[in-house]
């Protein structure tokens, strides 16, 4: 299965002017244009309206990369040179990438508390999947359905459901607390069907835990599936694709 392609580029890519910063700077740059091109990481938090603001040059030509934190979330955008433009892209990927299966990450099960978790599946399952999800996502609420599917085909493999409400869902958080402060699947299920909850009856910190977990694992989007060996995949895929990465343990 390829999880990177063209149109996966293009996906999210999007141009926003920035009114008031513009540059003027001498013309006719040489081979290093930030010699003549300046973004501190001062004035990236003014533009972005981030904090943390870490600057560095991308790898394509005369856009800088920005690596900061909004609303308590890791994000990464990138300026033109010209600081009038913000480019919404996660990566700039190498031309002789494309079409390629890229290496998956992998990460430590250790590091991932199984606490503030929702099991769907049997708890003795042979492979155990760890996914952070978010109720209010729509891949999220595509990915509970064949978690589900797969749980009921199976007893072979269980899924522990952390829940990751992610900024640009504001009642995602609130109903991530009532699933964990009630330990129900079926508000679990309601959640990602998008029915109405109701308010969480306790301060659960869970949910401000996984947050934190999946910061610390340099995750910052959903769903994000973690197979039984640690292979990180940042994003859905349908209940087949699961089974044969399983089942494929060497496979990229």
Known sequence: ?????????VFGLFLFPLSGFSFEGPAGCG???????????????????????????????????????????????HVDFAK???????????????????????????????????????????????????????YCQKLHVEIKKLAKERDDVAFYIKLYPLPMHPESYEKSKAVLCENSHKMLDDAFEGKPLPKAKCDTKEVDNNIETAKKLGISGTP????????????????KTLIELM??????
């Open 31 to 77: 081979k290093n244009c930030s010699s003549c091109h300046t973004l501190t990481p001062e004035e990236a938090e003014e533009i972005l309206k981030i904090e943390g603001a870490k600057v560095s040059e991308s790898p394509a030509k005369g856009i800088w990369q920005v690596d900061g934190m909004f609303k308590g979330q890791p994000v990464r955008v």
């Open 1 to 9: 299965m390829k999880f990177l392609s063209i149109p996966v580029i």
């Open 84 to 138: 009038t433009h913000v480019l919404i892209i996660k990566n700039f990927i190498p031309v002789e990438t494309i079409g390629k299966e890229p290496e998956m990450k992998k990460l430590d099960l250790k590091d991932i508390p199984l606490t503030g978790t929702m099991l769907v599946g049997k708890k003795k399952a042979k492979n155990q999947f760890i996914v952070f999800s978010d109720p209010d996502c729509p």
């Open 224 to 239: 994000a599936i973690i197979l039984p060996d640690g292979r990180l995949i940042p994003g859905y895929v349908d209940g």
């Open 247 to 252: 089942e494929s343990p060497n496979k990229k």
